[in-house]
């Protein structure tokens, strides 16, 4: 049997307003824009929530009752939960019940969605930690499968999951790392023991979550006979399909078609006895290791360049990272609830993707999930925000 294993990301950002220089000293509320822009986090967690969650988990409810043997995934930022319990109850309801189906896995990533593994190990565990607390408040489960922040990914990272007794981790199936392998097998990662590696097959992903509605795709449109087709014929053990969750209703609006294809998929897939469905969990217990996979380089899902250029690319980007990293000791030993946890909201990836200065299609990726008018307006707001979060510190301290 080879297997579909479907994981889906759940995200949203506290999105820092645009914070001026006069603010600094006189404003500590950086994420509460009350206006009806961009970046009013409430109304646009609300607006993603009645495009895309609420629409597509009511179909994969459904979807789950009426095929036992389909199964999913998915990985939630602690931040985004968060805003659902605050802003959107019905849509976390609404995971709750798909999660309680017994067919879906929920993964284990950082509270904030932070690149922290790669700038302070100490605080991505307390990040990992509380984020593991809150999935088993909320779902009653324990994560046993790990993906990183934007599914960035090196050899060390696999060997903390190792460590901590994660049974799998996923990671990009980028081709420069495999050469002639599939990113279609269980792969073990470098120097570790027990986990595996799942690795994206980002060209039947990406398919779904970038090509569905572009006319101009030579495939164009997709149907669930071709895609399944595709499915069938690949070679390997398992076909890992790895996306964003607003990948339906939001990405792909729902005059696309989006949804009749995703409750369409598990018909069609029935139709060849030699697939069925997986979670991560479920892939790395059912399949044995085919090789080991070293990648000693950050490797994420971002980009043309496949690392971590996205948020790191540019001197705006690498300036914002090393103050709010700088600032961990003062914020620690400060022990006050509020500014730890602005701080830790100042780490989400999203502030510095928004810095990003690519250009050609990277540069318009960039630009459409972006709330500001330019990277330098998001530089310049989270600078100030940064600014002021500084001075707060300094004030506990004395």
Not at 241 to 254: A, K, P, S, V
Request: with cysteine.
């Amino acid at each position: 049997m080879k297997s579909i294993c479907f994981y889906f990301q759940v995200h949203q950002p506290y999105r820092v307003k645009r914070y001026r220089v006069f603010d600094i000293g006189n404003d500590p509320e950086y994420f509460n824009d009350r206006s009806e822009s961009d970046l009013n986090n409430r109304r646009i967690v609300e607006k993603v929530a009645r495009k895309s969650y609420i629409p597509t988990t009511a179909l994969l409810l459904e979807m789950l009752k009426r095929h036992p043997q389909l199964r999913i995934s998915y990985s939630f930022s602690g931040i985004a939960l968060e805003q659902l319990e605050r802003y959107v109850p019905e849509a976390l309801d609404l995971f709750k019940k798909v999660v309680d189906t017994g067919q879906v896995e929920v993964l284990g990533e950082t509270y904030y969605h932070s690149l922290s593994f790669f700038y302070s190990p100490a605080e991505f565990e307390r990040q990992v930690g509380k984020h593991r607390e809150l999935i088993r408040r909320i779902f009653g489960v324990w994560p046993r499968a790990f993906r990183n922040t934007e599914l960035s990914y090196r050899n060390d990272l696999a060997q903390w999951a190792d460590s901590a007794g994660y049974t799998a981790i996923l990671a990009e199936g980028w081709d420069p790392i495999l050469g002639w392998r599939s990113p279609n097998y269980v792969y073990r990662p470098k120097d570790t023991r027990n986990i595996k590696l799942l690795l994206k097959n980002y060209r039947l992903s990406d398919d779904v979550a970038f090509r569905f509605s572009s006319k101009e795709w030579s495939e164009w449109p997709l149907t669930t006979e071709k895609f399944g087709k595709w499915v069938g014929e690949a070679e390997g053990d398992t076909v890992n399909l790895f996306m964003d969750y607003e990948t339906f209703g939001e990405h792909q609006w729902e005059d696309t078609g989006i949804f009749q294809f995703l409750e369409q998929l598990p018909h069609e897939i029935a139709k060849n006895p030699g697939l069925n469905f997986m979670t991560p969990s479920e892939v790395a217990a059912a399949y044995e290791v085919r090789d080991e996979v070293d990648m000693p380089h950050v490797v994420t899902w971002a980009d043309t360049d496949r690392d971590l250029t996205a948020w790191t690319g540019n001197p705006m980007q690498r300036a914002a990272l090393d103050s709010v990293y700088g600032m961990e000791t003062d914020v620690m030993m400060a022990n006050d609830h509020k500014l730890l946890e602005d701080w830790r909201r100042m780490q989400t990836s999203d502030h510095f993707y928004y810095m990003c200065t690519k250009y050609a299609n990277d540069g318009d990726v960039h630009a459409y999930f972006s709330p500001y008018e330019s990277p330098y307006d998001a530089y310049i707001a989270y600078m100030n925000a940064l600014s002021d979060l500084k001075l707060r510190v300094e004030k506990v301290k004395k």
